[in-house]
């Protein structure tokens, strides 16, 4: 069982690049989320989705964008990086948007150089 | 503004005592809440819940106090392991103001000295 993925593990970015990091989930969950993680700022909250085809914004969405065609998977764009950019990003999933037990993905290293 | 503040940034326990790590929330429509767990390299992994109807939740080595009218939740691990060592989130489950995500804390790195 994979749970949840994300790709890739680590990446280095040049400043004013485009990115997509890619999760999947194989949990049939309704909701997923990305997060963002920074030294002494804990987990942040860029977007989120409740069910496919929908999306909302989170409390840092400005510089990202989501979409969820369908249920298993919810890219996260970076259009054009920069260095405030560089996190650690997680994705996570639950079975509903009121069943908060949420899964997590191993995490996203993105460098912006 | 932070609605869930978790103000200890670190915290150093001996093994085999207890250690407890605190979280405090501003809005009162929180009503349930949850406490993960992260190891580096890793992703937060759910560890413990409670919801506002109960004032404590144990699991094993693991409890979790409420105190709503302190607007104050505590998580208590006995004895501490030294595989407890890791970041450990507060998140509220704003399930009274609808469909919206958990709201985190900024976490407490736990370490537990053998």
């Known amino acids: 069982i994979a749970g949840i993925t994300q790709a890739p593990t680590s990446q280095i970015l040049a400043a004013g690049r485009r990115m997509t990091l890619r999760c999947t989930q194989d949990m049939r969950h309704n909701a997923m989320y990305w997060y963002r993680q920074d030294l002494g700022l804990g987990l942040r909250l860029i977007h989120y989705?409740?069910?496919?085809?929908?999306?909302g914004k989170g409390e840092v969405p400005d510089g990202y964008s989501v979409s969820r065609a369908n249920t298993d998977d919810f890219p996260l764009t970076l259009a054009s990086a920069v260095p405030s950019q560089t996190s650690v990003y997680f994705c996570a999933s639950s079975k509903t948007a009121t069943n908060t037990e949420a899964f997590f993905g191993q995490g996203t290293r993105l460098t912006v150089v | 503004d932070q609605q869930v503040k978790q103000n200890s940034p670190s915290l150093s326990v001996q093994e085999g005592r207890i250690s407890i790590l605190n979280c405090d929330y501003t809005?009162?429509?929180?009503?349930?809440f949850l406490w993960y767990k992260k190891y580096p390299a890793e992703g937060p992994t759910f560890l413990i819940s409670i919801s506002s109807i109960k004032d404590k939740n144990e699991d094993g080595r693991f409890t979790v106090f409420l105190n709503k009218s302190a607007k104050h939740l505590s998580l208590h691990i006995v004895p501490s392991q030294p595989g407890d060592s890791a970041v450990y989130f507060c998140a509220a489950d704003p399930r009274g103001i609808g469909n919206t995500p958990l709201v985190f804390g900024k976490g407490t790195r736990l370490s537990v000295i053998a």
């Open positions: 809005n009162s429509m929180f009503d349930y």
């Open positions: 989705s409740n069910t496919a085809g929908t999306t």
